[in-house]
C-alpha cells in the first residue's frame, strides 16, 4: 500500500504538479495578452475583468511553484508555461481581430481605380493629390475592420502590386464607411 501512495505521490509530484503549471501559465499568459490588448483598446470593463483572472491564476501557479523550488520540471513548466501562453495569446487575438486599422496607399499611377474598387467592397476611401520624390502621386486613405484587412490587402495587390501602402491601429474611428456585410472577395 505504501509503494502505490509513493507512486503517486512521485507521479504528482514530477509529472501532474508541472502539467498543471504549464497550463495555468498558459491561461494566466494569455489572458494577460488579451487584457493589453483590451486595455490599449480602451475597453474599460472587460481588460479590468481579465486582469483579475490572470493575476489569480499567475497566484496559484508562482505558489505551486515556490512550494516545489526543489523540482527543476515545476521551474520548467512555468517558463515552457509563459513561452506557449504568449504563443496563444497572439493567436487568440488574431482569430478575434479586434480594432481599426487605418490603410495608406501612395500611387504613383491608379490604372485600376483603386479607389473605386475600394468603394464598391463597402469601404470609405479619401483620396488626396500630392507630390512624392518622384512627382504627382496619389494618397488613398481608408479606414478599415482588422478582420478586413486581408480583403483590403488583396485588393490594393490585384490594382498594383507594386503600390506602397502602410497600415497603422486606430485607437477609434467615429462615423466611417464600413461594410455592411462580411466583405466580397475580390474575384482575380
Not at 30 to 51: D, N, Q, Y
Request: hydrophobic fraction near 50%.
Amino acid at each position: 500500500m505504501s509503494f502505490f501512495s509513493s507512486l503517486d505521490s512521485n507521479l504528482f509530484l514530477w509529472f501532474i504538479l508541472p502539467l498543471l503549471i504549464f497550463i495555468s501559465r498558459i491561461f494566466d499568459v494569455s489572458l494577460g495578452t488579451m487584457r493589453i490588448i483590451f486595455v490599449s483598446r480602451g475597453k474599460k470593463l472587460i481588460a479590468p475583468l481579465l486582469g483579475f483572472f490572470e493575476v489569480l491564476i499567475w497566484l496559484i501557479a508562482i505558489g505551486q511553484t515556490m512550494q516545489n523550488l526543489s523540482n527543476i520540471f515545476c521551474y520548467i513548466a512555468y517558463a515552457g508555461g509563459f513561452a506557449m501562453g504568449t504563443f496563444v495569446g497572439i493567436l487568440i487575438e488574431e482569430k478575434l481581430a479586434i480594432g481599426i486599422l487605418v490603410v495608406r496607399i501612395i500611387l504613383v499611377k491608379d490604372e485600376c481605380h483603386l479607389k473605386e474598387r475600394l468603394a464598391a467592397s463597402g469601404y470609405g476611401v479619401t483620396v488626396v493629390d500630392a507630390k512624392g520624390i518622384t512627382g504627382e502621386v496619389k494618397l488613398i486613405y481608408t479606414v478599415v475592420r482588422r478582420k478586413d484587412i486581408d480583403n483590403v490587402i488583396s485588393i490594393i495587390r490585384h490594382c498594383n502590386s507594386k503600390a506602397f501602402y502602410s497600415i497603422e491601429d486606430a485607437r477609434t474611428a467615429k462615423d466611417g464607411v464600413f461594410p455592411l456585410n462580411k466583405p466580397s472577395r475580390l474575384k482575380h
